[in-house]
């Protein structure tokens, strides 16, 4: 049994990891930590908690923290956590970071997407992107794990063996995401009332998210060279849920006659087959299905489908994942079992919730 | 381990058992029987279980299936359960049905309100009302339970420590009722569209809904006299839910003094503390708190609170369920685990989903 | 052509009259006043109005207001227009209050309900309460109207007939209440964020909301005594649309042969007919027919429709609005008419859109 | 005043046009056609028509109908009208088609996509796709209209001005589609469920969609070549509206000082202004801004926004509409005003309704 802090725990994600602790045999929540009430009864800020949670928020006094617990978790704005990070922390505890401070390697595109300063990129290097179905060894050695996000997850994954395996260009991939509103977050802000999402569907942060400079650099990683991509984010009037279509042009490739041909049906599923072919949390879905969103509501997996279009030449991918789970808290929880080496999916058998 | 078959698997209710089912630790389901998809796979009917879920549905034989299952759990239409009962399934399994065919000990009643003859009355006298908190330990004995419908879980137990301990006139009872739509079932029906439903409330069925008789006779009992009450269902727009808004004149009670007043807050409070202290699954909430059905989405929880109105000498008690959990699929496996003596909690330690 | 001036263009309510106004063929808006947005152009505060609406938001200085138009719709919070209003501005232009500051007619009823100062009660007198359908006359003839509130209007026209007949004891009447989102305003206040609302329902300011002595005091000059009930209302996760359920015990009324019994379904039809058998906007829908909010949706429609129950003795009363128009602002545009001679219907013959 | 009749009234594209048409000075409904409601009042299909509509359906005999009326609107399943028009129809009314009979002119495209005989391809010829703004002159002149489907009115008007005026390459064009569920039909088909469809997003379609081929029939014209694009719809829980977000690669142009470069902001929103400056109905939104699909809902607008993204050398077009008034029957009575020398705003001067 370890002991967890969570720093943020009043935000949707925050909360989310709440409700997967909870049910995790291996770990007991020792630290509600959320400026904003402190002193309060957790359950009193989420109804949900009623008798589940008997505790108080805490503040953000990531130090004293560290001296408690075995993981911290960081569900905060950009750039707290690197504003406080120390070596001293990191010798006492592993951190999992919600936030995206340790995603991207280089400072200068950190500061240029997110506009401020970085605080303490001499982490940088060690952190560990903890996209667990592809960087599951680094994980299992980091004391720091960047934890992706929602968009950059359902993205990254969706494209990913596409690229590895060099049947797509890479440079012509576009990514319309469609996100449900909790990954706005529970900010009191116009755009997030109701009546203002309910019955309306927008675009926004279009060739500007901060989340697109986080896929092509893992994508880069990937396609073994630089990536530059499209995408653009959608507002839909959801809970949760977030849905990637990807397009991509396909690329030739040498074919067992010794031929060169676009790859069919069964050469792009093979490539999925070969990375995800074993992974819990990721579904392939059948030929011909298109993922919904409600089929992993309230779980872990990530479901995958395509479909390639011979009049463009072009492949149409698409990946669902519940941006509270997989898409941050599950993600975290599978991160941290990847950490303290229990079994990765404990605490995240959450079949999905229909309807 | 025992072995569980589900008729009905492929309605929403039925659906929920197997969600539930899965996450349980004494059970395996051996049989997913759907009239309308035999043969087809459980994952190609409900997407949510793809990989979860390899069995294809099997047909309703029931008595083939009592042959290789330890208890079989009903989400039929009405009078299916009575037309095919016979002494030899209940010897050799136990038996939960979530339709109402075993509810109403009366059988005049039940004809009368359903419009449809009763095939095997003999087994009423023996079928057990499963609401658990209250018929605990008559279930434990049980081969037939007849698990209540979700209107009546939540209406009846939202008022019956009121109506047992004397604390309200039970004939002036009006519940006002809001579902959400998984209420309606799966049938491709024009009120049950998504344009029809969004962005609308209406009340159906108003003074002739079934569940009417179920929560009079119920009620009845508890008061020690026979009961009648206004019920009014209201469909809504969301998936789950259940909120049952209560209305009922104060009755005056002996005081500690010795003389006759109102009930107070305290004294009501205790009334529920009385029957449900200890219960897990119902949260009897703090004073000026009013329950919303999202604090209990996808658990087996019931949220109470009440407010007592001065002015009109009436109280307002409210009541919310997760129509599918404690409403249908939650109860049936809480009243399994009496049956079979587990844990009553196993498998219902649900948190539930916020946001 | 007249001019007019709204104060507190940038509420919902504000928005829904520059909708209304901006179709009607004898008004022309002439100051979208907002203390929140002054300066701002109308249409960056609401993108639907993008090339309708030229005009910038502007100050709530409602003495120089009064200099430049004919009429002044004030959607404000209470306390504002009886902090302003003098003999000066009603001398030199009508006054439309879609606040509640001159609702009621008793002060202190007022200043407890609404726990602030009332600073004018001079003009309480003077006041109009404009439910037109039935103080028509009276509007005709005002300075000041007092626009009914939302859970009001429909509370009231939906059970006026029976109180005014006798057909049902007043006070025994709850009155359960749901309504659309929009009716919380466009507060950035947590409540009303997206996801707290999508996919729950719950009840609020049980006993004790402020439009209960409105219903109370309305219904009293019916009765033609005072009246005390019970007034519930419900959040529901759509944006428009109030539905109203009211119960009451029918009264026994002397019958054409002489006897005394309770009334019948023709006979409340015909209290409804009488007073209502004329009204374009009150739609009593046909026997067994329950109104559903989208069938009202954007118009200024009321729908009635009842149940009698003989078990209980009850009548199921049941009305829907568009809560931002006939409960707000369609409501307002109606008395304007009345008050400038306008037919009644003007800029107000909108069908109800569905889906 | 025109007679118009309706066959398909009782869809939800028919209803629209019911609701349109009665606010419409120069025109009476005389036919209600509804081959699944004979006899039955329309008030009794559509509840939002208690009191507007008195009339009950009628069955679909065009040639009947045709002696009765002025102008007739099929909307109607592909294939009905192609199986029953003839040329004495046609001499005796004008026909506005809200099916896919006419909209394509090569018969074979036709037959692949929709996977029917085409039973008077001798009317493709004469046919005039009525996408008002494009083909103004043409409707004008024309006895049978083609109009465009929802989908592509939304995907053809936001790219246009674009193709028309050489800024981008056609061939790169990617739709991605977004749409609420009226889009489906009032079919009783379990996807159309509530249940299924709210709280999910999912695409549908994909490279395979019927619109496809009228999109690219129509931008081929404007770009003087054939075109071949992606487009992918997809699901969103929502009652109305449109949402196209379109990805192409821009196009240098020759500048001002006789250089090739890519076009900059001002030169697209040149582009645009070319177009629509004078276009009511077309929205071109300031710079920054994303068209969100409430701004237009329940009106005729197309809202039109863009965001040159200068690292990827594309354009994001996005395009939002009310799907079944500008993508159906805002635009049937646009076209028919068009025919019968109506201003071409009659009817339609919909104030867009928020929220």
């Given at each position: 049994m370890i002991r967890a802090g969570i720093i943020g725990a009043t935000g949707y994600a925050g909360a989310e990891l709440v409700r997967l602790l909870l049910g995790h045999r291996e770990v007991e929540i020792k630290w509600y930590g959320s400026r904003s009430y402190i002193d309060q009864k957790y359950a009193k800020v989420y109804g949900n908690m009623f008798q589940l949670v008997e505790d108080s928020c805490l503040d953000d006094r990531i130090e004293e923290l560290a001296k408690q617990v075995d993981v911290i978790f960081t569900a905060t704005p950009q750039g707290f956590l690197a504003g406080v990070l120390t070596e001293e922390i990191l010798e006492r505890t592993k951190v999992v970071d919600l936030s995206a401070d340790y995603r991207l390697k280089d400072v200068a595109i950190y500061e240029k997407w997110y506009k401020i300063e970085h605080?303490?990129?001499?982490?940088l290097e060690e952190a560990?992107?903890?996209l667990c179905e592809i960087n599951r060894e680094q994980v299992k050695q980091a004391r720091l794990v960047a934890n992706p996000g929602c968009y950059t997850t359902c993205s990254i994954l969706t494209a990913y063996p596409l690229v590895k395996e060099g049947l797509?260009?890479?440079?012509t991939l576009i990514v319309d995401a469609k996100s449900g509103?909790?990954?706005?977050?529970?900010?009191?802000k116009l755009p997030n009332l109701f009546c203002e999402v309910n019955e309306s569907i927008k675009a926004y942060?279009?060739?500007?998210?901060?989340?697109t400079p986080e896929i092509e650099e893992q994508l880069g990683y990937a396609a073994g060279e630089s990536v530059t991509i499209s995408f653009t984010p959608h507002l839909v009037p959801m809970n949760r849920g977030i849905l990637a279509t990807e397009y991509a042009s396909l690329k030739k490739i040498k074919q067992p006659d010794g031929t060169v041909a676009y790859p069919s049906d069964a050469q792009v599923r093979a490539a999925y087959e070969k990375y995800y072919g074993s992974e819990y949390f990721i579904r392939l879905l059948e030929q011909g299905t298109c993922p919904e969103t409600k089929w992993v509501e309230g779980s872990n997996f990530v479901d995958i489908g395509f479909q390639i279009d011979e009049r463009t030449r072009r492949i149409v991918m698409m990946g669902a994942i519940d941006n509270l789970v997989k898409g941050a808290a599950g993600q975290a929880v599978q991160n941290m079992n990847l950490l303290f080496g229990f079994p990765e999916t404990e605490g995240l058998k959450l079949v999905p919730m229909f309807p």
């Open positions: 605080k303490s990129p001499q982490f560990v992107y903890g797509i260009e890479p440079n509103t909790s990954g706005a977050g529970r900010g009191t942060g279009v060739a500007s998210h901060r989340h």
